[in-house]
């Protein structure tokens, strides 16, 4: 360690929105922040779309909400849908306008969020973003930590105060915690594709955001700028690849809107979907946010919006003991505050989403759009269940706990 390089106070390990949010925001407490992100550059695949109010709150200060609306999507209102009948249950986010700044969702790629913070963090400076630098190395003492850093040419290792785990699912600095990762995969795989056919011109009422029971499945259509993210879940009995061929991903679009001519599909992709989260957010020197530290079901869209909440909870931790003299346990309210609210609120909910959308009984869909039905119908009703759903709850909840 005492060849080790030391010229920042915190090392984040993960290039990804979470990551670069961090590091922006340590940055501009005036703390010396390097982050060091295994892939060359800025990941542009199918992520990550929807943008929650509180989340847009959080960001508006630093420059990036802004930015991210001129170049999404807002979504006032999303919904739950019967196909084909269309029979729906449209909730409405302006009933949200006094809570928040943003009474709406935003649908914008995970990647301009990333290409807005970096670009925000090139102007620091006393931050750093190194692509194409894999960690392959963590270790702490009572003073600091220390990361191994590899690349195409040379192995180097860094020293800082902290080293962050913002390095996602398969996080090193995870398993340089020796923290599992309980939970459980899914059995389905998801596939998602983008296309530029324009199904709001074809499904009458469609929001930007639409969640639908089809005949003995269930898809989703997101949207934004430019063209549809369409989730399909297809049948479990088939491998991937023949769920990836032409014809199956064909065959489910034409599910949803019958037409002559064939779909062109821009891109494509299958994914396994994990609940996940590890026993504790942090370990002496070592912390993690993110992916890292909890997995989810897309369903709702609270997976990227929560690493953006545990971004700003950490970096309050560490701005207090590197900047007002509090103690290392300072992270471990840090945990307090985070764990329960990914494990309790945005886990607990994207199952409960999926479970409902994963409904197939004719009779129990019923059942389950008349109630959310007379939830939207009864501005009480909506209020409450919209503050749950936007996360605006969790992060109440999380703001009373000492």
């Known amino acids: 360690m005492s060849n080790a390089r030391?010229?920042?106070?915190?090392?984040?390990?993960?290039?990804?929105?979470?990551?670069?949010?961090?590091?922006?925001?340590?940055?501009?407490?005036?703390?010396?922040?390097?982050?060091?992100?295994?892939?060359?550059?800025?990941?542009?695949?199918?992520?990550?779309?929807?943008?929650?109010p509180p989340t847009l709150d959080m960001l508006e200060p630093y420059g990036v909400t802004a930015d991210l609306v001129s170049r999404g999507l807002v979504c006032p209102h999303w919904q739950i849908r019967l196909h084909p009948d269309g029979d729906r249950a449209v909730f409405?986010?302006?009933?949200?306008?006094?809570?928040?700044?943003?009474?709406?969702?935003l649908?914008?790629?995970?990647?301009?969020?990333?290409?807005?913070?970096?670009?925000?963090?090139?102007?620091?400076?006393?931050?750093?973003?190194?692509?194409?630098?894999?960690v392959s190395g963590v270790s702490q003492d009572e003073d600091g930590a220390s990361v191994t850093i590899?690349?195409?040419?040379?192995?180097?290792?860094?020293?800082?105060?902290?080293?962050?785990?913002?390095?996602?699912?398969?996080?090193?600095?995870?398993?340089?915690?020796?923290?599992?990762?309980?939970?459980?995969?899914y059995p389905e795989t998801t596939l998602l594709v983008t296309t530029l056919f324009p199904f709001e011109e074809h499904l009458e009422g469609l929001s930007n955001v639409t969640y639908c029971w089809k005949r003995d499945g269930?898809?989703?259509?997101?949207?934004?700028?430019?063209?549809?993210?369409?989730?399909?879940?297809?049948?479990?009995?088939?491998?991937?690849?023949?769920?990836?061929?032409?014809?199956?991903?064909?065959?489910?679009l034409q599910e949803i809107v019958p037409r002559s001519e064939p779909y062109v599909v821009n891109e494509?992709?299958?994914?396994?979907?994990?609940?996940r989260i590890v026993a504790r957010y942090n370990k002496g020197r070592l912390a993690l946010a993110g992916d890292a530290a909890h997995l989810n079901s897309p369903s709702g869209g609270m997976g990227l919006n929560g690493g953006v909440h545990d971004a700003f909870e950490l970096s309050r931790a560490?701005?207090?003991?590197?900047?007002?003299?509090?103690?290392?346990?300072?992270?471990?309210?840090?945990?307090?505050?985070?764990?329960?609210?990914?494990?309790?609120?945005?886990?607990?909910?994207?199952?409960?989403?999926?479970?409902?959308?994963?409904?197939?009984?004719?009779?129990?869909?019923?059942?389950?759009?008349?109630?959310?039905?007379?939830?939207?119908?009864?501005?009480?009703r909506l209020h409450a269940y919209l503050l749950r759903s936007s996360m605006i709850e969790g992060l109440r909840q999380a703001e009373s706990i000492t």
């Open 150 to 185: 590899e690349n195409d040419v040379s192995c180097e290792t860094y020293r800082a105060k902290f080293v962050i785990g913002a390095d996602g699912a398969r996080s090193f600095v995870r398993k340089a915690m020796d923290l599992a990762f309980d939970g459980e995969t």
């Open 318 to 380: 560490l701005t207090d003991i590197l900047r007002h003299g509090a103690p290392l346990s300072r992270l471990d309210l840090y945990d307090r505050k985070r764990r329960p609210i990914a494990r309790d609120q945005i886990i607990a909910q994207a199952d409960r989403n999926r479970a409902r959308m994963r409904e197939k009984d004719p009779e129990k869909r019923r059942e389950l759009l008349a109630d959310l039905q007379s939830i939207v119908n009864d501005r009480t």
């Open 218 to 252: 269930n898809f989703s259509l997101l949207k934004v700028p430019g063209r549809w993210r369409v989730s399909i879940y297809p049948r479990e009995d088939l491998s991937i690849e023949e769920q990836l061929s032409e014809e199956m991903i064909e065959a489910s």
């Open 6 to 52: 030391s010229d920042c106070e915190v090392i984040v390990a993960g290039g990804g929105p979470v990551g670069l949010c961090l590091a922006l925001l340590l940055s501009r407490a005036g703390i010396s922040v390097r982050v060091f992100e295994a892939e060359p550059a800025i990941s542009l695949d199918l992520r990550a779309s929807t943008f929650h």
């Open 92 to 105: 409405d986010l302006s009933v949200l306008e006094r809570e928040t700044r943003h009474p709406y969702r």
């Open 107 to 134: 649908q914008c790629e995970q990647w301009k969020l990333s290409e807005s913070l970096l670009a925000q963090l090139r102007q620091e400076g006393n931050a750093t973003v190194v692509f194409g630098a894999a």
């Open 268 to 275: 494509k992709r299958a994914y396994r979907v994990h609940q």
